[in-house]
């Protein structure tokens, strides 16, 4: 083989290599989870951008264009949905999935409306994100291998309360209606499986 064959199968190699790459922006403002989740979908084949703001997403999305995005809905400086609308001005085909510890049929409905294409609670495992994000368009999601049970959904929802009240125990148990003394209990063990 002369050296023009060899450049030619290397350069159609690399066209080929960068098409199958599938980049990815999680933007969340949790550093220890976004960071987990990076690592993992690397591992999984994703060239990821991360962001822990809406402005330092919409920033990401106007110079990366990400293919997928994994999007918190509540930043410390705004809503996730801003960069969901951002992302789907800049890339319409982009596969977008909301991610929050909020879950409720509203934000839910609101993810959707905006371009998201999946809306998962957290904590979500990379494998359910990664189904997520590439299921196929046109069939019903399958149910999630691991699903929380209810029991670490109450424990999980309980904890999130008790950490936007600033681990006020008092004004916790206030909020979700519960006596002082339960809560307490509650906080001291550990999460259920």
Known sequence: MN??????MLENYKNISESQVKSLL???DDNPFR???ARAMEKKGFKVSQAESVKNGKDIVKTNKP????VDLRLNDGNGIEVVQ???K???NSRVIMLTGYGNIPTAVAAIKHGAIDYLSKPADADDIERALLADP????DPPVNPMSADRVKWEHIHRVFELCNRNVSETARRLRMHRRTLQRILSKRSPK
């Open 3 to 8: 050296i023009y064959v060899i450049h030619n």
């Open 26 to 28: 999680i933007v969340d």
């Open 35 to 37: 960071e987990r989740l």
């Open 67 to 70: 293919d997928y995005a994994v």
């Open 86 to 88: 951002e992302i789907k």
């Open 90 to 92: 800049n890339n319409p």
């Open 138 to 141: 046109n069939k019903k999601a």
